[in-house]
């Protein structure tokens, strides 16, 4: 530490010596040019950062209430949304599940509807047309896969299925 505070003094007997060696006017001139330099530094670091981010702040703060206003509108409408009771879908049978099969290209080897319950058996369908169609059937019609059995064939993206599915207890 003492060699520390030998350095300082050091420092400060030859900044003290320099100072003694200017006559008055330029120790007057060096006091002002380091108040500008003080004062520029100040005002550079803190007081001109402080101006410009309020400004900044002021003209974005009527959008970003927008926004906030909006964010809540849409938070009142979703609460809304959620208290009101999701639509049903109409109850499955014979002929919608097989309207929707011959929309997506599909015709199974067998289909029994039976209450909440669909059996199918494809011989030879394409498996993306199967997925495409089970995805459809699960949003649309709320259809949950009970059982499956697939197979695949010598040709590629080509598969024996058979699927059980059933309608969700809530979309009756």
């Known amino acids: 530490m003492s060699k520390l505070t030998d350095k300082f003094g050091g420092y400060r007997a030859a900044v003290g010596a320099w100072w003694n060696e200017r006559n008055e006017q330029e120790r007057r001139m060096l006091k002002i040019g380091g108040a500008v330099v003080a004062f520029g ?21 009527p959008q970003l209430r927008q926004q906030v206003a909006e964010l809540q509108s849409l938070a009142g409408e979703a609460a809304q949304l959620s208290a009101q009771a999701p639509i049903q879908p109409p109850p499955m049978s014979r002929e919608s599940v097989n309207a929707s099969l011959q929309q997506r290209g599909l015709s199974p080897q067998s289909l029994t509807v039976t209450g909440e319950y669909a059996r199918l058996e494809f011989k030879g369908a394409a498996f993306a047309g199967i997925v495409a169609w089970l995805d459809a059937m699960r949003r649309e019609q709320r259809l949950l896969v009970q059982d499956a ?10 598969v024996d299925a058979t699927f059980t599915l059933r309608q969700e207890a809530g979309a009756r």
């Open 41 to 61: 530094l100040v005002y550079g670091l803190l007081i001109d950062p402080a101006f410009s981010g309020r400004a900044k702040l002021a003209k974005e703060l």
């Open 149 to 158: 059995n697939i197979s695949a064939q010598s040709t590629p993206g080509q």
